[in-house]
């Protein structure tokens, strides 16, 4: 292995930045020369391709986001596209190409190695924790940590006013997000896509507990309520009168910030991993982290949807809020 190229693709995830470090550091260390390709599969189709050295990525473990820009690419599913894409990586004479995304980068990989045989390896960068064949990907803990301390300052308010707060957090059809930080920040209740939403049964739930304590939160995935947030909101507000309710959609806060260091650590790692599984002649699959030991998963498992998320979890949060 003597040229590898690296770029990250779909949303950005609070450690992209430290795995993109740990990738080029990794083949600096081993004398192999590396390329960024600037925003995701669209730059590697526009021949957006920047060498890359030690120095290049000082300063960034850090950072949120992703220096090398991403891109979620609709050009890449044509045939045209991805042709492109194959004569501009052996234009670089690239022998191996690391993928830092999510399951649409990796279905992409995927489509790709059907045209292509140059070896993709993925890191799994995603807020979402919804690849299979790794216990966290980059930027989950970041994530939930930014939702955990913003659902403590809505508390301050609800518990001021007596509310009762539905507040939506990121996930797209994943409840992993709702599910960690609604036991971190002590909700009343969590909806995630995962576990149905009872209606009547949070309800009941909402009523009984307004005798005990003044503020409520409710947690509402993405697509984890029946309809959007504010319908739900306001199909409460007809049976439960009494509460003064506010929604509040944290939205894009959950993407961005500095890592945590779990984060910083398990996507260098990762990175680090990825650069030694090339070397070491393995290809289409995303390295991930189960136990706390380097796993790798073939990207067609890696992608598969999860219908059901910790039920254990599930059980003990039904129990711990009342
Ligand atoms: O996949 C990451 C994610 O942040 C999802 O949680 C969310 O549904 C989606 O991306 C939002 O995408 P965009 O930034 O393109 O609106």
Redesign the pocket.
């Known amino acids: 292995m003597k040229k590898i190229a690296v770029f990250t693709s779909?949303?950005d995830?609070p450690g992209m930045n430290a795995c993109i470090r740990a990738v080029v550091r990794t083949c600096v260390f081993h004398k192999i020369e590396v390329m960024g390709i600037l925003h995701g599969y669209d730059g590697m189709i526009r021949d957006e391709f920047i060498s890359m050295n030690a120095k290049s990525v000082s300063g960034i473990i850090q950072r949120g986001g992703t220096i090398l820009k991403t891109a979620?690419s609709s050009e890449f599913l044509t045939q045209e596209g991805m042709q492109k894409a194959k004569a501009n990586l052996e234009k670089h004479g690239i022998e191996g190409v690391i993928a830092i995304g999510?399951d649409g980068t990796f279905k992409g990989a995927l489509e790709f190695g059907t045209l292509c045989s140059i070896p993709f390896v993925g890191c799994p960068g995603?807020?979402?924790n919804d690849l299979i064949g790794t216990d966290f990907t980059i930027g989950y803990d970041t994530a939930i940590n930014t939702v955990v301390e913003a659902v403590d300052k809505i508390r301050d308010t609800a518990e001021s006013h007596d509310r009762l707060f539905f507040v939506e957090v990121?996930?797209?059809d994943a409840g992993l997000?709702a599910l960690r930080s609604g036991i971190g920040s002590g909700a009343e209740a969590i909806l995630i896509s995962e576990a149905k939403t009872d209606f009547e049964k949070l309800i009941q739930h909402l009523k009984e507990g307004r005798k005990d304590k003044s503020s409520k939160i409710v947690i509402v995935s993405?697509q984890g309520g029946t309809g959007s947030v504010l319908q739900l909101s306001e199909k409460v507000k007809k049976e439960l009168p009494f509460y003064d309710i506010r929604v509040s959609v944290l939205g894009?806060i959950?993407?961005g910030g500095n890592p945590t260091c779990m984060d910083r650590v398990n996507s260098s790692r990762m990175g680090f991993s990825a650069v030694e599984a090339l070397m070491a002649g393995k290809k289409q699959v995303m390295i991930g982290i189960i136990n706390n030991k380097i796993a790798y998963t073939p990207f067609e498992n890696a992608v598969k949807h999860l219908d059901e998320i910790h039920p254990d979890l599930q059980r003990m949060m039904r129990v711990l809020a009342v």
């Open positions: 779909g949303g995830s979620r999510g995603t807020i979402d990121m996930g797209r997000i993405e894009h959950q993407r």
